[in-house]
């Protein structure tokens, strides 16, 4: 039996990538029993093998092969004894191979089916491919990453695939559980990454942001709220945007003779001043000065150098499983969630344990 506050939910997972398979990891991190439906042969082209895909940790894997009469039913006998079920084909796709949500909930009306799209399950688009970076441009999300004068800044693929697709497929798939009915949980990139800029819409229509780029508080317009070069080439954040943090940031700096720090029109001068004083000491020097006061200011780590950090070490925010480094899970919970219960599985690897433990034959 596994441990955590999810520990009596059974999930099956038809087998994707990106965000679909992340947040059947979040379930399982909490304690799930997580079943991924994989196909017959390796895994991805576009992920690492499948015995170092860290998203399906603690997951176990069965063959299937959903072209199959027999895999569709193998399915659905699954379906039958789980909680949850998680896709991420393109509409229209899972009802084709016969395990859309009319067959599922016939077998199982209280299920929760949770459906992970770009573009979501209707709308012009909604057969049509994408990817993070064409579902953060239809959002106006992507045109408001960069400087001024620049183009748009990819933000790797966190902010759609996982800030507004992963996350928000958990947060509907428990609110779901919580109604206590079966019901089919239509989670589109395109919804949660307009979501998540709600603030900026409410920034925009107060008057308090410019629809451009890098000419705002947040978005690198402000001297005080940006990233600098140091002497050895590598890069300090600052985010000292309240006046007692910005006086610590200043102080520290040793500067004097500044412009007021709202000053707007002065704002490139007060940039000048910083990037010169940001040059004069290396990052880990800069790092030493400022660490522990309330100026806000950190060095910009590495993957690698995060592990490392004493912040996070101390935290635990990484860990090591059998030898391997990753985020630890989260968020946090006063009754403490276990390690995740084990490493990537290869694809079929549970497939008999599975279904004997479930009662399939």
Avoid at 98 to 104: N, Q, W
Wanted: charged content about 20%; overall charge negative.
């Amino acid at each position: 039996m596994r441990d955590g506050p999810l520990r009596d939910l059974r999930v099956v997972e038809l087998a994707g990538i990106g965000p679909g398979p992340f947040a059947a990891m979040m379930l399982a991190d909490l304690g799930a029993d997580v079943v991924r439906v994989d196909r017959p042969g390796t895994g991805s082209p576009l992920g690492p093998p499948p015995a170092g895909d860290l998203v399906n940790r603690g997951k176990r894997s069965v063959a299937v092969d959903l072209k199959q009469p027999a895999g569709v039913e193998t399915v659905l006998a699954l379906t039958e004894r789980a909680h949850v079920l998680i896709e991420g084909f393109r509409p229209g796709v899972a009802e084709r191979l016969g395990v859309g949500p009319e067959p599922v909930l016939a077998r199982n009306p209280a299920l929760v089916y949770g459906r992970m799209t770009g573009w979501g399950q209707d709308g012009p688009l909604a057969a049509s491919a994408g990817h993070d970076i064409t579902y953060l441009a239809r959002t106006g999300t992507l045109h408001a990453l960069g400087r001024a004068g620049g183009p748009p800044q990819v933000p790797v693929n966190l902010l759609g695939d996982y800030g507004g697709g992963a996350l928000y497929l958990v947060v509907g798939i428990l609110a779901a559980l919580r109604g206590g009915r079966g019901q089919v949980v239509d989670a589109a990139i395109v919804d949660g990454a307009a979501h998540l800029g709600l603030i900026l819409h409410s920034l925009l229509g107060a008057g308090l942001w410019r629809d451009e780029r890098g000419v705002n508080l947040l978005d690198t317009g402000a001297p005080f709220y940006d990233v600098y070069e140091t002497a050895d080439g590598r890069h300090v954040a600052v985010g000292a945007l309240e006046p007692r943090f910005y006086a610590e940031l200043v102080a520290r700096l040793g500067l004097t003779g500044l412009p007021e720090q709202y000053d707007v029109a002065r704002w490139p001068v007060l940039r000048e001043r910083f990037a010169a004083a940001f040059r004069e000491k290396t990052r880990d020097e800069w790092a030493a000065l400022f660490d522990g006061t309330d100026a806000c200011v950190a060095p910009v780590l590495s993957l690698t150098e995060a592990r490392s950090d004493p912040h996070l070490t101390a935290r635990g925010t990484f860990l090591t499983l059998r030898g391997v480094p990753q985020p630890a899970p989260a968020p946090r919970l006063s009754h403490p969630v276990p390690a995740p219960a084990g490493p990537p599985p290869l694809p079929g690897q549970h497939t008999a344990e599975v279904l004997r433990e479930w009662g399939i034959g």
